[in-house]
T-cell receptor, first 115, second 116 residues
């Protein structure tokens, strides 16, 4: 069963604008972590931000913030003030406490920042 | 702190051959996971090793195998290579303890394997 769903295969955003990348997840486990990764065309996967299921506040890391809505099972990534270097694939991932260290990844969203 | 190191970065093989890929995790990380990434199938989990033991396994044939050494370095082996094995192979490390699901995985730059 698909545990992570990213419904936007591709997104475009104007430079300096904000963009939201959607992610929904499916689990009945109460304890889990949600993560976002960035993959530029060069291939490396870069860890951006994470949110724990018990965290009360939304996570933020610089220009990245995670809009965590637990009841809706969504963990959207918000990138503020987009830069040309933000053009990349973005993957949402989930780690469940009860499955050891296995991560479940979504299919990714390709973000293109337009100058 | 050095990141996850994967070698080689690029590899070209022919059908029927075998290949071994190497991954050195971040110092102190005991868990190493392997992923295969292709344009058609996306990111697929191969297996995870923790303290020299395979802890999780994805849905890949037995031609794909791995191991982990006492220093946490890991190798992945693919035997009898097929054209469909052409992919980017990514290794990721994390602390590995099962008590905290908030630990991120940190990835290496990957090995691009091409099968001719």
């Amino acid at each position: 069963a698909q545990k992570i769903t990213q419904t936007q295969p591709g997104m475009f955003v104007q430079e300096k604008e904000a963009v939201t990348l959607d992610c929904t997840y499916d689990t009945s486990d109460p304890s889990y972590g949600l993560f976002w990764y960035k993959q530029p065309s060069s291939g490396e996967m870069i860890f951006l931000i994470y949110q724990g299921s018990y965290d009360q506040q939304n996570a933020t890391e610089g220009r990245y913030s995670l809009n965590f809505q637990k009841a809706r099972k969504s963990a959207n990534l918000v990138i503020s003030a987009s830069q040309l270097g933000d053009s990349a694939m973005y993957f949402c991932a989930m780690r469940l406490l009860n499955t050891g260290n296995q991560f479940y990844f979504g299919t990714g969203t390709s973000l293109t920042v337009i100058p | 702190k050095a990141g996850v190191t994967q070698t080689p970065r690029y590899l070209i093989k022919t059908r029927g051959q075998q290949v071994t890929l190497s991954c050195s995790p971040i110092s102190g990380h005991r868990s190493v996971s392997w992923y295969q990434q292709t344009p058609g199938q996306g990111l697929q989990f191969l297996f995870e090793y923790f303290s020299e033991t395979q802890r999780n396994k994805g849905n890949f044939p037995g031609r794909f195998s791995g191991r982990q050494f006492s220093n946490s370095r890991s190798e992945m082996n693919v035997s009898t290579l097929e054209l469909g094995d052409s992919a980017l192979y990514l290794c990721a490390s994390s602390l590995g303890g099962t008590g905290d699901p908030n630990q991120p995985q940190h990835f290496g730059d990957g090995t691009r394997l091409s099968i001719l």
